[in-house]
C-alpha cells in the first residue's frame, strides 16, 4: 500500500487505539495495513489517494442504494437546515415507525435507537422485564453488538452457565447467558428441557451474517419458535444485518416465522447512527413510559437519521427492488463459482438478496458450512490471499473471512465483470502458488 496510507495509519495509531474506532476495520485478520477512505459515491469507495475500489461492503450493510445516493442525501441536507436534534418528538420518527410496521407484519410497536448494540441489549432487557425471567440463550458465531450479556460463550460443560470471551465483562453477567451450537435442533431441545422455565428469551440472527453466511434449516427456526412458545420465552430475531438486506421483510419473511421482537439497524438508516427494536403489542407496551423497564436515548430517532430512512424506503419499495439486486448478486457469485472451479480452487457461496457469503473451503470439502465450527475449518490462509489479491486489483471486500459481502443497487454489471476479471487473475495465482508447492 501506499506510504501515504501507511502514515495515515500511523498518525491514527497515535491517539485512537490501534488506530481504528471499530476492531474489525484494524485488517488484523488479514494483515497488512487498513485503508483510509475519504469519499464514496455509488458503488465505488476512494482511499485518500484518490483510488477506486468496487465496494462490496457498503459500511457492513447500510448501503444497499450505494454511496452518496442523491436522494438520501438531498434528504439529509434538507433535514440539517432544519436542525440536527430536538429532543422532542417529531412527525419523522412515525413515519418510519409506520412504515416499519407496515412492512414487517410481526412488529406492532417499535422504539428507535442510535445503533444496533442498543436495540439488542434494550430488546433483552424488556424481554427479561415481561418475563421475570433472568437467563438468555444465544447461538455460536453469532454477533449481536457488544453490551456485557452478549460478549459470552458456551461454558465448558455444554448447556451450561457461559464464560466472557471479553475482559471487562463480570462473570455475574456471563452465568445468565447460555450458548447453543447454531442451526442445531436438538441442542434447543436439549436446553429447554433443562432450562425451559428460566428463559426469559432467545436471541438468534435468523440468517447468520457474523460468521460469513450462514442459512440455517427451517426446522432450526421452527423448533426455536415452538420451543420458545411452549415455554413463554421471548423469541428475538435479530435483524440489525438481514432486515431489508435478504428481502423487504426480512429473513422472518423467508422463514415464515414471527418471532416476538425483532432488532433493526444499519440499513434503516441508510447510513446515519441508527437502531431500532419492535414486536409484539403486549411486550412492547413493558417499555418506560408505557411500562416498568426503562429505555431511552439523547439522540434516537435523531431526525436526520429518520429523513435519510424514510427516503431511502421510498426506493426500497419500489416493485422489483429486491430481484434487480439479488439477480446481481447470482450473476457474481455464479461467476465466481465458475471461475473457482476453472482455477481448482474450493470455494463455496451462499446468498440471500442482497448479501452473500464466500468460503474457501478446505481441498476436497463440498459442503458449504452450516455452523460456527464448519466456518472455523475453513481455510483462512486462502481468504486472506483472496482479499488481498482482490485489493490490489481495486475490489474491496469485508476484510475479514468471518464477515458476509453486500450488494448494492448501484453495482453494474461493468463492476461485476470488472470484479470477475480480478477473481480469474487472483484464482490463477493462488492456483500457480499451490502447483509451486
Ligand atoms: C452490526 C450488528 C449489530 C450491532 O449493531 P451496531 O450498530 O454496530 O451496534 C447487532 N447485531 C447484528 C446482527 C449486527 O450485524
Redesign the pocket.
Known sequence: MSTKNEQLFLQAKKHIPGGVN?PVRAFAGVGGTPIFMHKALGSKIYDTEDNAYIDYVGS??PMILGHAHPKVIAAVKAAAEDGLSFGAPTPFETTVADTICALVPSVDMIRMTS??????MSAIRLARGFTGRDNIVKFEG?????SDSLLVKAGSAMLDIGEPTSKGVPADFAKHTLTLPYNNPQAIKDCFAKWGDAIACVIV?PIA??MNMVIPTQDFHDTLRAQCTKAGAVLIF?????GFRVGLGGAQEYFDIKPDLT?F??IIGAGL???AFGGRRDIMQGIAPLGGVYQAGTLSGNPLAMRAGIAMFEDLTVAGFYGDLSSKVDSLMDGLQALADKYGISLRTNKLGGMFGLFFVQDGETDTPQDFDEVNACDMDKFNTFFHGMLERGIYLAPSAYEAGFMSSKHSDEDIRQTLHAAEAVFAQMQGDRQGK
Open positions: 471499530s457492513w450493510g445503533s444496533g448494540t442498543e436495540a439488542t453469532c454477533y449481536h453488538g457488544h440472527e451474517g457474523n435479530d435483524e440489525v444485518m438481514t432488532c439497524g444499519k447512527p441508527v437502531g
